[in-house]
């Protein structure tokens, strides 16, 4: 889980707008690999390392169960979205290239995001 390669799959199915790529179960979608730079799959190779710790449907129910819970306390779906703890995870430590090879296990409950 220390080094992670995955495929990036360019697909019609991705809507535009609101986000450039998803992971789904150690797969990155996008709309246009033009917008996949190395930051970006940093960013969905850290929620592959995600999904695989918490073997896929359980990390879909918690993130789901996250972003309902942050809606309804923020009334914002951007804001609901940026407040779940994996994608805070991500999003502290996308720029980090090297962030895999020493991140801690669930580090998404982990108490302080650097």
């Known amino acids: 889980m220390r080094w992670m390669k995955t ?3 360019a697909t019609k199915l991705v ?3 609101r986000f450039v790529a998803i992971t789904l179960f150690g797969l990155v979608f996008t709309r246009d690999k033009k917008y996949i730079n190395r ?3 940093n ?3 850290i929620h592959c390392c995600q999904q ?3 073997l896929y449907i359980p990390f879909y129910l918690l993130y789901l169960a996250e972003w309902l819970w942050h809606l309804a ?3 914002s779906w951007d804001a609901a979205y940026r407040a779940i703890s994996f994608e805070r995870e991500a999003y502290a430590h996308d720029h980090d290239l090297n962030y895999l090879g ?3 296990v669930f580090a998404n409950y982990r ?4």
């Open 7 to 9: 495929k990036v799959i």
């Open 15 to 17: 809507p535009e707008g």
């Open 39 to 41: 930051y970006m799959l």
């Open 43 to 45: 960013h969905e190779l």
């Open 52 to 54: 695989l710790e918490w």
């Open 73 to 75: 306390r923020l009334r």
């Open 102 to 104: 020493h991140r801690p």
């Open 111 to 114: 108490r302080r995001q650097r």
